[in-house]
């Protein structure tokens, strides 16, 4: 008997020991704090920061310096890119840096965004509060059980509405004892209302870009953006120019339905298109089953010699990843390569254009592919790449090709 009373007074005097521990350790209730200076801060400077990383970043730490309770700031957008459904960013205060997050189509239908704050704020447009130094229930979504374990103690989040229906999300996350006051959550949403527009510039700005690049190419894209896109705006470059397409296209076609077809083009693009990204180059156009793509050699950074090799290489990758391929592709394709003078810019009609290469270089080029059935070769190249080579060439042929006035000596990789 003596002995269970004193186990009892020792839980009583550990439970009381734990809990001094407890409320000694706990951040203290912080001072109050005027979101009129952060407001102020957005208009005047926050507003002209580059990208929303480093927004997030230096508002993070100019709202702790001010004595906000924060410990995570959260803010993300969705977006149209062929890869990526929407991008986020997270600060927090323990580290004072910012984190860049970019969300994959198909995480919507994953746990990790069913059901959490995030979907709730995106799908309803409403806000979310969660305090977090209550207990949770087993339902509460694991993101809030996360944050909880690390010493969170309050969630709040709310949508920053655009013009085009879309919703961005903004989330604040304390590890104050007390949580966040009423009139922290009043000035949050003055703060959103203000960051809606600021973070609308931003997604406007980077869908322009996802669109630009996808469409037109990195670097092509990028003169769009800067204004080159009248009709007329051409410049003269020297480049190395790559031309490829599926051989039997036509036959395919008619072999197959519609969309196994269409896979088929899209994996040889794929193989294709990452080999000449890796190597410099850039995909200018897809036509049908044909593939245009340049190497710029512009002799400060990349020389004559240097364009034709990373074209070359760029060709012999997309043989060499399409003949290892799993599952096969399981088709045959051919490419050309030639170097020359061509004309890179904006073509087309007043209303529709289309920023391109031209010229007899890119002509030459076409020809050379289309000899490649007949050779029976998969990778022809002219006398002016196969002399920037550090690769044995072999003559194969001297050609009169159609559109050309003269002959000319057609190379191939030297065989064993």
């Given at each position: 008997m003596l002995f269970g009373f004193v186990s009892q007074l020792l839980a009583k005097s550990l439970r009381y020991l734990k809990s001094l521990v407890a409320n000694q350790t706990k951040k203290p209730t912080p001072k109050k704090w005027d979101h009129n200076v952060v407001i102020d801060w957005l208009v005047d400077e926050g507003r002209f920061l580059p990208d929303m990383d480093e927004l997030v970043h230096q508002l993070g730490n100019h709202m702790v310096k001010l004595g906000v309770p924060l410990w995570r700031l959260r803010m993300g957008i969705k977006t149209v890119h062929p890869l990526i459904a929407a991008y986020s960013t997270v600060w927090e205060r323990d580290t004072g840096q910012s984190q860049h997050i970019a969300n994959p189509h198909g995480l919507e239908n994953r746990n990790v965004y069913i059901g959490s704050p995030l979907a709730h704020i995106s799908e309803t447009g409403n806000s979310f509060r969660k305090r977090l130094f209550q207990d949770l229930s087993l339902d509460v979504h694991e993101s809030l059980h996360e944050l909880?374990?690390?010493?969170?103690?309050?969630?709040?989040?709310?949508?920053?509405?655009?013009?085009?229906?879309?919703?961005?999300?903004?989330?604040?996350?304390?590890?104050?004892?007390?949580?966040?006051?009423?009139?922290?959550?009043?000035?949050?949403?003055?703060?959103?209302?203000?960051?809606?527009?600021?973070?609308?510039?931003?997604?406007?700005?980077?869908?322009?870009?996802?669109?630009?690049?996808?469409?037109?190419?990195?670097?092509?894209?990028?003169?769009?953006?800067?204004?080159?896109?009248?009709?007329?705006?051409?410049?003269?470059?020297?480049?190395?120019?790559?031309?490829?397409?599926?051989?039997?296209?036509?036959?395919?076609?008619?072999?197959?339905?519609?969309?196994?077809?269409?896979?088929?083009?899209?994996?040889?693009?794929?193989?294709?298109?990452?080999?000449?990204?890796?190597?410099?180059?850039?995909?200018?156009?897809?036509?049908?089953?044909?593939?245009?793509?340049?190497?710029?050699?512009?002799?400060?950074?990349?020389?004559?010699?240097?364009?034709?090799?990373?074209?070359?290489?760029?060709?012999?990758?997309?043989?060499?990843?399409?003949?290892?391929?799993?599952?096969?592709?399981?088709?045959?394709?051919?490419?050309?390569?030639?170097?020359?003078?061509?004309?890179?810019?904006?073509?087309?009609?007043?209303?529709?254009?289309?920023?391109t290469v031209s010229g007899r270089a890119v002509n030459t080029t076409a020809r050379i592919e289309s000899m490649c059935s007949k050779l029976d070769r998969p990778l022809l190249v002219s006398n002016e790449v196969a002399v920037h080579l550090d690769k044995e060439m072999q003559l194969i042929s001297n050609e009169k090709l159609r559109g050309c006035e003269n002959k000319i000596n057609i190379f191939a990789p030297a065989t064993s």
């Open positions: 909880k374990a690390r010493g969170a103690t309050d969630y709040f989040g709310l949508p920053m509405k655009y013009t085009d229906q879309a919703i961005g999300v903004l989330i604040f996350v304390t590890d104050s004892t007390d949580g966040f006051a009423q009139i922290d959550i009043a000035h949050f949403k003055k703060i959103a209302a203000i960051l809606a527009p600021i973070t609308e510039s931003y997604r406007s700005r980077q869908i322009a870009t996802a669109v630009a690049e996808t469409y037109l190419g990195p670097s092509t894209g990028r003169k769009v953006l800067d204004g080159q896109i009248t009709r007329g705006h051409i410049q003269s470059i020297n480049a190395a120019i790559l031309m490829s397409d599926i051989r039997d296209w036509t036959g395919l076609n008619d072999r197959l339905p519609a969309d196994s077809a269409i896979a088929l083009a899209n994996g040889f693009f794929e193989v294709i298109a990452e080999a000449v990204e890796t190597n410099s180059g850039e995909v200018l156009k897809f036509i049908g089953d044909a593939v245009l793509a340049i190497f710029p050699a512009d002799d400060e950074n990349c020389s004559p010699q240097q364009a034709c090799q990373n074209a070359y290489s760029a060709a012999t990758k997309a043989l060499q990843c399409a003949a290892h391929s799993k599952p096969s592709l399981g088709i045959d394709f051919g490419i050309g390569l030639h170097f020359g003078e061509v004309l890179y810019g904006n073509v087309g009609s007043k209303s529709r254009m289309d920023f």
